[in-house]
C-alpha cells in the first residue's frame, strides 16, 4: 500500500495547480503520526455528523478539525471525537491549517460552491454534500476548480456507490429490460422531520449561533431561529425539494443507465400541507426528455416529491423497457415480460372459418396448455438485496478516501454532480417562472 508520505507528496506533485494559491497552503502535509486521511468537517450538522461517522467507519480516515456555526455542534464533536479536536467557526481557519489533507462541507447547500472552491485552492480534496451547488450558475465555476487545481472532489450522493445501485447498472446494461422508454422516480414523505420540521435547540440564540457567518452570501435578515435551524425551507440558504431529493434521483438515474441529463424540464406542484412559512412547494412533480445517445434510447422521465403522501416514506424507481420493467430501491427487481401476440378480442367479429384459421395457427405456435399446478408458470422475476445493515454512504466515503491516496477517479465528480444538481436546479426555474426550460447537458448550459 502506499505510504501516507508518498501518496500526499503524489498528491501535491500531480496537483498542476493554475489559480492564485499560496504555495505553502496547496500542499498537504507531507508527514503525520498515522496513515489515515486527516479530515476536516465543515458544517457539522445533521449530514455532516453522518458522514464523519460513515467516514472513520471506513477506516481510513481520522476527524483532526471541526467548523460550525452553533456551539453546539462544536461542542457535540469534542463529545465525540475527543476535547483535543480543533474547532472553529471560521472555515478559513480550517483551510489554512497543513495537518489536514480533505474537508467534508455539510453546511446548507448556499455555502456548497464558495468552501469547495477555497477548499482546492488550499490545496485540500473535497468531499461536498449533495447538492454540489445552489445555482446553475455555481457549477461551471466548481467543475473549473477542481480541474484547475487537480485535487480529488467527491459529490455526496452516496446511492451512486450502492451495490443495488451497480446490480441495477448491471442489468439495464446487460438488456434486462430490452430498450428503455420511461423512468418514474419518487421520494414522499408523510413526517414533520421529513418535512424539515427539524428541531431547534433551547439554546438557540445570536450568542450560540453565527447568524452573520451562517447567512454568507444570502439577503441579511434579521435573527430566526427557524431560518437557522430548518434553512431548507428557504430559497435563501436551500434548493426546496428538487434540490434535496429530486438531485439524488439524478444521480441514481445518470449512474444507472449512463445518462448525462435532460434536454427539457418542466415542473408543477405546489404549497399544499407545511404552510409553515417555507417559501418553497412541499409537492412537486418534474417532467424530463431525455434525448438519445450512444448509452440509452430517448427516454421519458417523471420525478415526485409529496411531503403528506398519507402514507409511510417511500422512494424508488421503475425503469419501463420493450420487454420488462426494472424496480430500484433497497432491492432491484427486474420482471421479463416480452409483449407476446394474443388473440385479441376482435377475433370474436370475423368470420366462423377465419377465427378457426386464425387459432390453428397460433395453437401450432402456442400450444395451448391446461391449467394445472404442473402447467403453472414460474414468474420472470429476480429481486436482489444487499446483506443486512448495508450502507452505500460507507462505500461513498471509502471512494473518496481511496481516491485521495491513489489520486484515481472518485465515482462521483464535480461534472457528475452537477449533471444531477443542474436538472434539479432547473426544476425550480420552471416552478417558479412556470415555463419550459432547456438545458444543454454535454455543455452543462441553460439554453436560449
Ligand atoms: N447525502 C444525503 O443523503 C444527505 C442527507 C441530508 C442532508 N444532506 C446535505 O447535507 C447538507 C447539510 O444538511 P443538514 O441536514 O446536515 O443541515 P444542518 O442544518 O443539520 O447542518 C448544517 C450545519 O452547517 C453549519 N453551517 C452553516 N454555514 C456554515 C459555514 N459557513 N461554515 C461552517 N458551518 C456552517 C450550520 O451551523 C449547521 O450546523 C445539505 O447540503 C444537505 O442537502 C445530504
Not at 447547500?109 to 490545496?123: E, F, R
Not at 441514481?252 to 427539457?264: D, E, S, V
Not at 415555463?435 to 444543454?440: G, K, L, Q, T
Amino acid at each position: 500500500m502506499t505510504s501516507r508520505r508518498e501518496f500526499l507528496t503524489t498528491a501535491a506533485a500531480g496537483a498542476g495547480l493554475s489559480v492564485s494559491l499560496q504555495a505553502s497552503q496547496s500542499k498537504p502535509a507531507k508527514t503525520s503520526a498515522n496513515d489515515k486521511v486527516q479530515i476536516a468537517l465543515i458544517g457539522c450538522g445533521g449530514m455532516g455528523q453522518g458522514d464523519a461517522r460513515s467516514s472513520t467507519a471506513t477506516g481510513l480516515t481520522k476527524i483532526v478539525a471541526a467548523c460550525d456555526c452553533y456551539d453546539g455542534r462544536l461542542q457535540h464533536m469534542k463529545e465525540t471525537y475527543g476535547p483535543l479536536l480543533f474547532t472553529t467557526k471560521n472555515y478559513e481557519e480550517i483551510l489554512a491549517r497543513k495537518d489536514i489533507d480533505a474537508v467534508i462541507i455539510g453546511t446548507p447547500d448556499h455555502w456548497h460552491s464558495k468552501i469547495s472552491i477555497d477548499a482546492m485552492k488550499a490545496g485540500k480534496d473535497v468531499y461536498c454534500e449533495k447538492p454540489m451547488v445552489q445555482h446553475v450558475d455555481d457549477g461551471a465555476p466548481v467543475v473549473a476548480a477542481q480541474r484547475a487545481t487537480n485535487r480529488i472532489m467527491q459529490v455526496g450522493s452516496q446511492r451512486v456507490s450502492s451495490v443495488i445501485y451497480k446490480k441495477a447498472r448491471e442489468l439495464y446494461q446487460s438488456g434486462a429490460i430490452g430498450k428503455l422508454n420511461m423512468v418514474e422516480a419518487w421520494w414522499d414523505r408523510n413526517s414533520a422531520t421529513g418535512a424539515w420540521e427539524y428541531t431547534v435547540p433551547p439554546d438557540a440564540n445570536t450568542d450560540t449561533c453565527d447568524w452573520n457567518t451562517f447567512q454568507g452570501r444570502a439577503a441579511k435578515t434579521d435573527w430566526d431561529a427557524n431560518r437557522f435551524f430548518r434553512w431548507r425551507c428557504y430559497r435563501d440558504y436551500g434548493t426546496g425539494v428538487a434540490g434535496d431529493l429530486f438531485v439524488h434521483l439524478f444521480s441514481g438515474l445518470h449512474f444507472i443507465t449512463g445518462a448525462i441529463g435532460p434536454t427539457r424540464v418542466f415542473a408543477t406542484g405546489g404549497l399544499r400541507f407545511w404552510n409553515d412559512g417555507r417559501d418553497v412547494p412541499d409537492l412537486l412533480i418534474g417532467l424530463y426528455d431525455y434525448p438519445q445517445t450512444a448509452e440509452h434510447p430517448a427516454f421519458n422521465l417523471v420525478l415526485r416529491v409529496n411531503f403528506e403522501s398519507g402514507a409511510q416514506e417511500s422512494s424508488g424507481f421503475r425503469f419501463t423497457g420493450s420487454d420488462g420493467i426494472m424496480t430500484v430501491s433497497d432491492k432491484v427487481t427486474v420482471t421479463g415480460a416480452p409483449p407476446e401476440t394474443e388473440p385479441g378480442y376482435t377475433i370474436g367479429t370475423f368470420s366462423a372459418a377465419e377465427q378457426e384459421a386464425f387459432l390453428k395457427a397460433y395453437h401450432a405456435k402456442y400450444p395451448e396448455t391446461k391449467a394445472s399446478p404442473e402447467n403453472l408458470k414460474a414468474a420472470k422475476e429476480m429481486t436482489y438485496q444487499a446483506p443486512p445493515k448495508y450502507s452505500d454512504h460507507i462505500d461513498h466515503h471509502r471512494n473518496f478516501a481511496m481516491a485521495v491516496r491513489s489520486r484515481k477517479p472518485v465515482v462521483e465528480d464535480p461534472t457528475f454532480g452537477f449533471r444531477a444538481a443542474g436538472p434539479a436546479l432547473l426544476s425550480n426555474m420552471s416552478y417558479f417562472e412556470n415555463r419550459v426550460v432547456e438545458w444543454d447537458p454535454a455543455a452543462m448550459k441553460i439554453k436560449g
